[in-house]
């Protein structure tokens, strides 16, 4: 018997495509992290380096290592040869300051916009707006076997919350950013993270959302994610007591003495340890590069007087300074950042050095 048209189709022939995925526009396969991982495999020389590296920064934030964590690198990463160029330059002098400062690199693949704009290495590697997704992916694993294959650790922001399982094996310290700190998905992802992991403060200049965070990364959770296989499952965390606050200024920036304690007394109001790095750049350099030595001159400064609450900066640094735009069609100056302005090589090697020589200031004060 033909149906009527007031009768409801049966339930298994339904169609949904009016109010489900209305505003998709393709799917497309995504590798799993088992598989890229089986193609770009950790080397044992690579797993103990990271395995140290994570411990030795572990050591700053509980106070057993009294040296300083100096992330510096790229803004973010767009060219994998001047990325290595960059890590090639910076060996030698992390193994010269190697006393003084722990150095890790900054590699970060992740882009967050304000509105829109390149997302970053991962989503957009040819940076022409294809998405190769999964080109991605790989292209990312690949630079940081080969920068940790140089002995030298890598720091990554974490922002999806997927891409941590294709790289977070070859990551010896994470951040959250000023945008999703006071994010709950993430404050769960750093739980479950096995680096050290630094929280921004908000946007707004917050101390109160990062301490916060680092209260709930620190306790266990229970969330869904995806496994390394590819498969979406219900992940149960210990906890992560390896987490810390980032001070990146706000509406105005908070890097002085005076912020650096109060900075801290809202961390002990929390029950925290106090202690923070900074980054040089950001709203604390109003991003302009080159003032990032000037706030690298005053933490400086303030260590040598006998500040430990300070354990790390961040310096956002390119082998050639300030930025470009990425225009179709147009060529890339080499070695200049296409996100935030950086600063050049010659003077991020004064910097660090600069930091280096207030490291060891600040051990010549201790009591005999």
Not at 231 to 260: M, Q
Request: glycine residues 8%.
């Amino acid at each position: 018997m033909a149906r009527t048209e007031d009768e409801p189709l049966q339930q298994g022939t339904l169609d949904t495509t009016r109010i489900d995925d209305v505003r998709i526009a393709a799917v497309r396969a995504l590798v799993s992290p088992a598989v890229l991982e089986e193609e770009l495999p950790v080397t044992p020389a690579i797993e103990d380096l990271v395995e140290h590296s994570r411990g030795a920064i572990a050591a700053v934030l509980q106070g057993l290592d009294d040296r300083l964590v100096a992330v510096v690198g790229p803004c973010s990463i767009h060219d994998h040869d001047t990325a290595i160029e960059y890590a090639q330059r910076l060996v030698p002098l992390a193994e010269e300051l190697a006393g003084e400062l722990l150095v890790v690199m900054r590699v970060y693949f992740e882009k967050p916009r304000t509105t829109v704009g390149w997302k970053g290495y991962i989503n957009d590697p040819r940076l022409d707006g294809s998405f190769r997704i999964n080109e991605g992916l790989r292209r990312a694993r690949e630079l940081l076997l080969q920068i940790n294959a140089l002995g030298l650790p890598a720091g990554t922001e974490f922002l999806d919350l997927l891409s941590p399982q294709y790289i977070s094996d070859l990551v010896a310290w994470g951040a959250i950013g000023a945008r999703t700190t006071e994010s709950q998905s993430h404050r769960q992802l750093a739980s479950g993270l096995s680096c050290p992991v630094g929280f921004k403060n908000g946007t707004d200049g917050s101390v109160q959302i990062a301490a916060d965070a680092v209260l709930a990364a620190r306790a266990p959770h229970s969330f869904m994610g995806m496994t390394k296989m590819g498969v979406a499952a219900i992940f149960e965390t210990r906890g992560n007591p390896d987490t810390h606050l980032i001070l990146r200024g706000g509406k105005s920036p908070n890097y002085s003495a005076e912020h650096v304690e109060a900075a801290c007394a809202v961390l002990r109001r929390a029950g925290l340890r106090e202690q923070l790095m900074v980054d040089c750049s950001h709203a604390n350099s109003a991003k302009q590069p080159r003032r990032q030595i000037e706030v690298a001159a005053d933490l400086a400064a303030q260590i040598e007087g006998g500040e430990t609450r300070i354990i790390g900066v961040m310096i956002e640094s390119h082998l050639e300074e300030g930025r470009q735009d990425l225009q179709a069609g147009q060529p890339l100056r080499r070695g200049v950042s296409i996100t935030d302005a950086c600063l050049g090589w010659s003077d991020s090697e004064a910097v660090l050095r600069g930091l280096a020589q207030a490291v060891r200031a600040r051990r010549g004060q201790r009591p005999v």
